[in-house]
C-alpha cells in the first residue's frame, strides 16, 4: 500500500521556523520526485517545492526561494521542508505527493501520482 504521511505542521508566529516530514512507503522511492504542495483557504493549490529522490536536484517555488529548503534522506524515505522566515502569507495545509516525472519545474499536479493527507501550518503575524 503506498503511503506518503506529513508531520510537522502547527503553529507559530511570523520570522519563526517549522520542518516539515514526509515519510513514504509502498512505492519505490528512488524512481520518484518528492513534491510539496500547498492550499489557502479560498486559493488554489500551488507547488512549493520538490525534491529528486535520484541526484537530489531541487526546485523552489520564488515565493519561497530563500526561505525554504528541501532535502530528502533516501536510507529513511523521508523528504523534509525546512521552512525558516515564515509569514502569514505561508498559512496552508501543506501536502506531499510522488511523481515519476523528470521535470520538477513547474509543478503540475497532475503529473504527481500519490498524495498525502496534508498537514496545517499556522502563521500568526
Known amino acids: 500500500e503506498v503511503q506518503l504521511v506529513e508531520s510537522g505542521g502547527g503553529l507559530v508566529q511570523a520570522g519563526g521556523s517549522l520542518r516539515l516530514s514526509c515519510a513514504a512507503s509502498?512505492?519505490?522511492?528512488?524512481?520518484?520526485?518528492i513534491g510539496w504542495f500547498r492550499q489557502a483557504p479560498g486559493k488554489e493549490r500551488e507547488g512549493v517545492s520538490c525534491?529528486?529522490?535520484?541526484?537530489?536536484?531541487?526546485y523552489y517555488a520564488d515565493s519561497v526561494k530563500g526561505r525554504f529548503t528541501i532535502s530528502s534522506d533516501n536510507a529513511k524515505n523521508t523528504v523534509y521542508l525546512q521552512m525558516n522566515s515564515l509569514k502569514p502569507e505561508d498559512t496552508a495545509v501543506y501536502y506531499c505527493a510522488a511523481t515519476r516525472g523528470s521535470d520538477l519545474g513547474p509543478m503540475l499536479e497532475e503529473l504527481y501520482d500519490y498524495w498525502g493527507q496534508g498537514t496545517q501550518v499556522t502563521v500568526s503575524s
Open positions: 509502498g512505492f519505490t522511492f528512488d524512481d520518484y520526485a
Open positions: 525534491i529528486s529522490s535520484s541526484d537530489g536536484s531541487t
